[in-house]
């Protein structure tokens, strides 16, 4: 066993779960991985917590208690997640704590069946919020066009945000300009800027399960050559615009007020092709600065045989400018790859709480007291 995980957070890189459930809140597994495996950071999505409420582990008390009362199934379900959310936020108080408020982090993200409306993510964002109650909570607001202003208005209003979904390199510098106007707003109204942090969740390996067959369908030596580059050249060309707004006038007035950088977040790390290597998303992707939110396998695999051997990013942006180039010399549409990827990555997340609704009521009815 290598010490690999300890030489990528060395290099800069927080080491964060894409995973949450009660059981592994209660079975002490999330302090041992903050413990022995340099984990400092967890993050959820509704499809994480639909895997986790439908395997039932630890939820039937909940769930009995909430029947009971006769709440909504919406009510419910924020009801479970927050309080999984504040049982992690509190695990992970004294990482908090420790990097003042930079890791330690732990993020819950808005309904996703809002991500095209802005009023209403706004408020869920505040609602969610207020029902966690813990400083070390981000707020997940996905990149979309309406969540952009979303992102504004809730950054000015001293929320901290992890915004998810990010495929393209346009919408990206969108995000980190929306952070920005948040910060101003949050400036004007007098806030403490020191106390607002933000990740940008830049995703990953789902670039390449949407390239790779395109390059297959042509065939050609040219195209089998550019197979598994599209998405680490798309998050190093991430990683340059990253260091052009941080690096900035606009930005060093902030910062100068005690602002915090929005740290780019790799997202979607686990390897979906058999393939390649299970950590390809991770030693190719070892920047300062960065945040690497990985599946339970991903990190059980970089911490076997990850291959951390320093900045991977830095002094690769004219290869990978050339290698996202090449797709569009052979025909792949950038821009239609990236716009058809936040569309699907909505839906599916949509997809996954409508499913999670549809088990949930199920519980609810299942154990609603008959009457007498």
């Not at 408020?123 to 909570?137: C, F, G, H, I, S």
Request: glycine letters at 6%.
């Amino acid at each position: 066993m290598t010490d690999a995980l300890k030489r990528l957070s060395d290099e800069g890189v927080a080491i964060w779960l894409d995973d949450l459930s009660r059981k592994r809140i209660t079975s002490g597994n999330l302090a041992e991985l903050i413990d022995q495996q340099h984990v400092v950071g967890v993050t959820t999505n509704p499809s994480i917590f639909q895997k986790a409420i439908s395997s039932g582990d630890g939820y039937e008390q909940q769930l009995t208690d909430l029947a009971a009362r006769g709440v909504t199934v919406d009510e419910a379900l924020r009801m479970i997640t927050t309080a999984d959310v504040r049982d992690a936020a509190d695990i992970l108080r004294p990482v908090y704590d420790a990097t003042d408020g930079v890791d330690g982090r732990v993020s819950i993200e808005v309904d996703p069946r809002l991500a095209h409306k802005t009023q209403p993510t706004v408020a869920e964002a505040k609602q969610l919020a207020w029902l966690v109650d813990r400083p070390n909570t981000l707020i997940k607001i996905p990149a979309t066009k309406a969540g952009l202003p979303a992102i504004t208005e809730v950054i000015g209003k001293g929320i901290s945000v992890n915004v998810t979904l990010i495929f393209s390199l346009e919408r990206y510098r969108e995000v980190m300009d929306a952070y920005l106007a948040g910060l101003e707003k949050a400036k004007a109204k007098g806030l403490d800027l020191s106390t607002i942090h933000s990740v940008a969740s830049f995703f990953v390996s789902r670039v390449d399960t949407m390239v790779d067959p395109l390059l297959d369908a042509l065939g050609t030596a040219e195209a089998k050559e550019l197979r598994g580059k599209a998405a680490i050249a798309n998050a190093r060309l991430a990683y340059q615009a990253y260091e052009e707004v941080f690096g900035s006038d606009r930005w060093a007035a902030l910062e100068r007020d005690g602002a915090n950088k929005q740290r780019p977040l790799w997202a979607s790390t686990g390897v979906k092709d058999p393939a390649y290597k299970k950590t390809l998303y991770v030693d190719e992707l070892v920047a300062p600065g960065t945040v690497n939110t990985m599946p339970e396998a991903t990190l059980e695999a970089t911490e076997d045989a990850g291959e951390i051997t320093g900045d991977t990013v830095r002094g690769t942006y004219a290869q990978a400018q050339a290698d996202i180039d090449a797709l569009a010399g052979l025909g792949i549409s950038y821009d239609e790859v990236v716009q058809k990827l936040e569309d699907e990555g909505v839906e599916k997340f949509a997809d996954s709480w409508n499913d999670l609704v549809k088990s949930t009521q199920a519980e609810l009815d299942r154990l609603t007291p008959k009457e007498a």
